[in-house]
């Protein structure tokens, strides 16, 4: 599957995740720290996910995506039915449900 980075998952699944406290400056985890992994409730913002403008426009980026600690995550190993090649599809459906990461400010 090949991920589009939207942040719907992000925010609409119950995931594990990366403790940000656990992340050294290399980009790796502490290896030694029990907590490294956090559970992330659905409806609750993912603390790795950005939103990359102030308008909140669904423009949102994984800041660890590029690190070494994301390389076999539960966000990495995520899969959808369907050949390797495809684009994920999950963003498209949270939006038929009405569902978005964030919501415009006035």
């Known amino acids: 599957m090949i991920c ?4 719907q998952c992000c925010f609409h699944l ?5 403790n940000p406290r656990s992340i050294l400056p ?3 985890v502490r290896s030694d720290d029990p ?3 956090i559970f992330k409730p659905a409806q609750q913002m993912c603390p ?3 939103i990359e403008d102030d308008r909140a426009t ?4 994984c800041t660890i995506h590029h690190l070494p600690c994301y390389r076999g995550t539960p966000c990495e190993q995520f899969e959808q039915l369907g050949p390797a090649e ?3 599809f999950m963003s498209g459906y949270f939006l038929r449900q009405g ?4 919501e415009p400010q006035s």
């Open 4 to 7: 589009k980075r939207c942040g």
């Open 14 to 18: 119950d995931i594990f995740i990366i």
């Open 26 to 28: 290399d980009g790796t």
């Open 35 to 37: 907590e490294a992994m």
């Open 48 to 50: 790795h996910l950005a």
């Open 58 to 61: 669904n423009m949102t980026t």
């Open 86 to 88: 495809d684009v994920c």
């Open 99 to 102: 569902r978005r990461v964030c």
